[in-house]
């Protein structure tokens, strides 16, 4: 607003300068006409008494016929006295009138003419300094100092340019300052992957050594360290799989294809997913809802959430318990529910649930604490969120989709 202001204040004083230039020019040319005026009305009032004292019997009417008639003779009676009516000017106070005029308007048109440049030299003088701000501010952009702010907002060129320069500074900022938070948490991202898979690592170094040193081990022992061997990889598979799935949502490189899908279809082939998983501990999965319920989503990624979720409660599930999976749809959105009958989650674990690679202390040790981190990302990707509530009896995972 400064920088508008003083944009109007410099219009607002040319326009004022202006209008007094116009004034005092048409009171000069008044004043000049009325000292002719007064010159003329002077003269020819002698004239007048001289002819009324040679001439007493001419009438006042023939006297003003004379003054305010167009010419009445073609004759040119002041030549002989060596006036020019056309060049020379028959009363010499009038010419010393003209000069005394001349002189006043010239410096009129100075004085004008030099409060105009004044005020263009302090508006130029202002854009010369509103452009050396500027340029240090660039410099200083230059600097990697983005510790700047601009007060002046306006519509003038220079301040349409501030105004672009400080919102490529914030842009900056922000960029630098998320640079700095992306490479922290990378730094601690690596930190969790490392440890992550350190452990299944020296589970199967420490394997394949036993095997190694015992070559004789009788066929069950080996059929049990390769039957670990292959878990510990399928853990580390998955890990690793999770990470990738994670490192393309941190990089915005996925583009989700999102359609209308029943819902009833993204509950089925999910379940289809932890099949196997459920007969190894005995689990029924009842799935309850209004079948003409749709969703609008990414149909794999979602199914990868909804997955991962019910793979949780699979975790934290006792054998032969069941998990219970209602949806629902309404005007505002769709939700669907997952419910499991196990432990609960803990106080202290439910709001560290989502985070990457946090494991809860009733999570099973085959857990890498990476699934509902993404089940999380991908459904706030599709406009929705997740949420927990938790009891002695079990945990019910909501999720919603808004419209």
């Keep these: 607003m400064k920088n508008q202001v003083k944009l109007f204040r410099c219009l607002k004083i040319i326009f004022i300068a202006s209008v007094c230039i116009l004034l005092i020019s048409t009171l000069l040319n008044r004043y000049e006409y009325n000292e002719y005026k007064v010159n003329y009305n002077e003269k020819l009032n002698d004239i007048v008494v001289l002819l009324e004292k040679e001439y007493p019997n001419i009438s006042k009417d023939e006297l003003i016929t004379i003054m305010n008639s167009k010419n009445l003779s073609n004759d040119d009676a002041l030549k002989k006295y060596g006036i020019d009516l056309k060049k020379d000017s028959v009363m010499l106070k009038n010419d010393d009138t003209h000069n005394k005029f001349v002189i006043i308007n010239a410096i009129?048109?100075?004085?004008?003419?030099?409060?105009?440049?004044?005020?263009?030299?302090?508006?130029?003088?202002?854009?010369?300094k509103e452009i050396n701000s500027i340029t240090h501010y660039i410099e200083q952009l230059n600097k990697k100092n983005y510790d700047l702010s601009i007060d002046s907002i306006s519509e003038d060129e220079l301040s349409i340019l501030k105004n672009e320069i400080y919102k490529t500074t914030v842009m900056l900022k922000e960029t630098a300052e998320n640079s700095l938070a992306d490479k922290k948490n990378i730094k601690k991202s690596l930190e969790d992957i490392s440890h992550q898979i350190k452990t299944p690592l020296t589970s199967i170094l420490i394997i394949l050594d036993n095997l190694i040193d015992n070559p004789n081990m009788d066929k069950e022992t080996q059929s049990d360290f390769i039957r670990d061997i292959k878990r510990e990889v399928t853990n580390i598979n998955f890990l690793i799989q999770s990470i990738l799935k994670l490192s393309k949502f941190d990089a915005n490189t996925i583009d989700f294809i999102k359609n209308e899908f029943e819902i009833q279809k993204l509950i089925d082939e999910s379940v289809k997913n932890v099949s196997s998983l459920c007969d190894l501990k005995s689990i029924d999965i009842n799935i309850s809802g209004d079948k003409k319920a749709k969703v609008y989503c990414d149909f794999k990624w979602q199914v990868e959430a909804i997955t991962n979720i019910i793979k949780n409660c699979i975790d934290h599930s006792e054998n032969g318990s069941k998990i219970d999976i209602e949806y629902e749809q309404n005007r505002v959105y769709s939700a669907i529910r997952i419910k499991d009958y196990g432990k609960g989650i803990s106080r202290k674990d439910l709001p560290h649930i989502f985070e990457r690679f946090y494991k809860g202390e009733n999570a099973s040790n085959d857990s890498v604490g990476i699934g509902l981190s993404l089940s999380q990302t991908i459904v706030n990707e599709d406009n929705g969120y997740i949420s927990v509530d938790t009891s002695n009896k079990g945990s019910t995972f909501t999720i919603k989709y808004f419209k």
Excluded: D, G
């Design 108 to 128: 009129f048109i100075i004085l004008s003419l030099s409060t105009l440049v004044i005020i263009f030299l302090i508006y130029e003088k202002y854009k010369v």
